[in-house]
């Protein structure tokens, strides 16, 4: 267990890393077009999806639980 010095330095740590990646990407849109950006993204999410279908395919997943939790996050 971290004590109470640990954890201030830790959440400092974490508020840079932050901070640093927010500007990163800022950086990176402005400086890079639309089209290239959106179609990373695009990549990126189509990856997430085919892979949590993958796991649903072998059971890895109880589509019916997720679908319960995400529910439940929506209706905080």
């Known amino acids: 267990m971290l004590n109470s010095n640990e954890r201030d330095e830790s959440q400092r740590e974490n508020i840079e890393q932050r901070r640093a990646f927010i500007k990163q990407w800022a950086e990176y ?10 179609r990373q993204q695009n990549k990126l999410i189509n990856s997430q999806l085919r892979s949590a279908n993958a796991a649903a395919e072998q059971g890895d997943t109880d589509p019916v639980r997720f679908l319960e939790a995400t529910d439940r996050l929506r209706d905080r």
Do not use: L
Not at 31 to 38: I, R
């Open 29 to 38: 849109v402005r400086t890079h077009d639309d089209v290239e950006w959106s």
